[in-house]
């Protein structure tokens, strides 16, 4: 088992049309960026009820996912399995490029961006949020060191600490960013301790499906070799994966189920919701849960390449369904004020909170997608990350 | 000439020429400055013109925290009252936020802040929140209670003149033996 | 007796100089303060924790359909009401400082009325939540929003129980002097600050419930045991809105 050589991709017509279309998204988001900040958050669906819309599920999304892509490189760095070991520096820069892109959909959505030096200035410690913005900064600094640690030759036996230091980072970072709604009292579909370890896992699941479709499709346009044995074995931890994000979900919503104070809500997300019922069903569950099960261990169906990249986008798909269904339908189910009395009028107390996203918002969210993919892209061209090839007699499949 | 050496002499020769205008056009310098539309007459500045300049920007950095979240509301820095006597009720200029040009309004003279800013070029948020006017009882108090009423203009002296008052009128009084 | 036509103070004077300064709110020595909530305090001196504002809502004397202390609280800070500044937001974005609540009793049918509004908690979960500490409780117990520092992240208001935060979503313009409010900033009802530092005691809201003949709102400070409010929630039960919640909100309710 000779070492993996690592090689810059070549660049081509393609690569550059890559660029010129991700570079349209990124800049129709530029766009809606400088329209919703110099008009104000009017021009958007958000409102006082439902406070945090489609640019929030997007970077909640892409910052989870950050998180979980690291997951391939721990798995070589932390528990020593071989054939992760080739996968570690895609791993690393695909995380540093999803957590940018997270950050930057987050912090163009403020009220005030031109208060970002503000924020890193000002810290109030017992805010989960700020130290969010430490945790996610820490996690910038500390991938980068794991990748030099990686890249560099002479720094290749610091990998491990690396490794370790960046896994039990990112850990505390999906903890927290979990906590952002586990810690908060005032709603009823928050509110949870298990909210913290769920979106753990939730990462897991999400970063690995996302690091999938980015290895695929850049082994397929690059023409280099990837075995089925690198991935037979993603595809068998991602289908764990999406069964533990299930035991979660229905750890989450039995307990909330035998709480007779949060039958509304759970009513509300389970059967009545409407858009929100739909997109936890059939978004959540079947699309992004069950099918991509089925796929993945049908006999056939999971040894087709194609299908398990789609199984991947319909995990993806269904984890901004579930972010989709969390935040937003959280948000929509109203504030239990006065318990035991019903309002008969006032201002939208006791009524579901309606929202329409707007373009703007949408153009946004996939700005920031389209920047991860966009840097992901240009790094892997000017720097090397790649394994010339995955074949299986290039890596060691068992171990 | 070496075409380094020649590139060097070109610029140094664009430079002396832009940079000679200026004296060149005589003591007309007044005409860049920024109009500065005048305070309310009969009164006296917080501190003379050059140390307010170059210092305004911190006093009002501290008075904002003192008296936000202190609820310590000193006149001498407060932001109300600067307002209130460099644009005085009555003048009608009133920029509104994004129009950072030196005439608006009634008053072709533009407005105290907003003027020597855009001559800068230093962009501030306090209008953003803050209105560029004074308060105008009538406009903006309908419903005017005689409480409000009465302690609209109420006489706030710091703890020491109030000390000094106190002990002062006792001692008119004389103290009963 | 000795004379006291000095500069100095006899024991005597400065006892009624105490007395006296009871009813102005004089500092007499540091940390010694002697502070009546009904006079202003001077303008040097800080909020103090020595005082707790209150409100105390007596909703049986609330009339239903009577919103007096909103149009109050909008004419006062600057808010909503017909000429608005928000010209652009739709109903649902714009600012709702204080709003009038009707309720009915799910078992027993009886209705009440009621004015709904920031609680001014003293374990306020919106400056718990707040990343760069902009959300803020004064020593007073005035939970504020330094709008100097406020980011507009939202999350405050996705942490406030009683959903009394509001977002401004444009630019605006002809504030309130009372209340400078902003784009991209978070605001909520801010127990009218500034009268209560000017020595008003009372908040607009209040002034106008009284004016109206229904005084069912009652302002003042819980920690003053010669102060109406204080003596009313000693002698009669109160509650607070989601009590559960352990947030011990200055706000007191009656017959709720």
Known sequence: MKKPLFTQIEGGKGFYSLLVLLGAFILAALGSVYYMEHNGHWVTGMNNQIVWGMPHVFAIFLIVAASGALNVASIGSVFGKKMYKPLAPLSGLLAIALLVGGLMVLVLDLGRPDRLLVAMTHYNFKSIFAWNIILYNGFLAIVAVYL????????????????????????????????IFGFLVAREAYNAALLAPMFVIMSFAFGLAFFMLVLFAIYKWSGRPLGDGVVQRLKNLLGVFIGAVLYFVLVYHLTNLYITERHGVEAFILRDGGIYTTLFWVGQIVIGSLLPLVLFYHPTLGKNRNLIGFGALLVILGGLAQLYVLLIGGQAYPLEIFSGYEVLHGFNEGMINSYTPTGWEISLGLGGVAFALALVAVAIKVLRFMPQSLADDAVDVHH | MKPINKLLLLVSAVLALTLSVPAAAGDSDSSIKPVIPKALSGTKCVDDPEVMVRTHMDKLKHQRDLTLREGIRTKQFSLKECINCHVPAGQEAAVQPGEETAASGKSSEGHFCMNCHAFAGVKIDCFECHNTRPEKPAM???????????????HQPDSATMLNELAGSNEKTGAAQ | MSENNHAGVTRRDFLELGLKSAAAGVVLAPGVMLYSAAEARPADEPASSKVRWGMLIDTSKCASGCDACVTACEKENGWGGPNSNEKHSNALQKSQWIRKVELRNVDTGATSSLPMMCQHCANPPCVDVCPTGASMKRADGIVLVDRHICIGCRYCMMACPYKARSFVHEELENQSVNAPRGKGCVEACTFCVHKLDRGDGTTACAEACNADGHKAILVGDLKDPNSEIAQTVAKYATTQIRAELGLNTGMRYQGI
């Open chain 1, 148 to 179: 030099w640690t990686m890249m560099e030759k002479r720094m290749n036996r610091y990998t491990t600490v690396a490794g370790f230091a960046a896994f039990f980072w990112r850990l505390i970072l999906t903890t927290g960013t979990g906590s």
């Open chain 2, 140 to 154: 903006f108090h309908p419903i005017v209670t005689p409480g409000m009423e009465a302690t609209k203009d109420v």
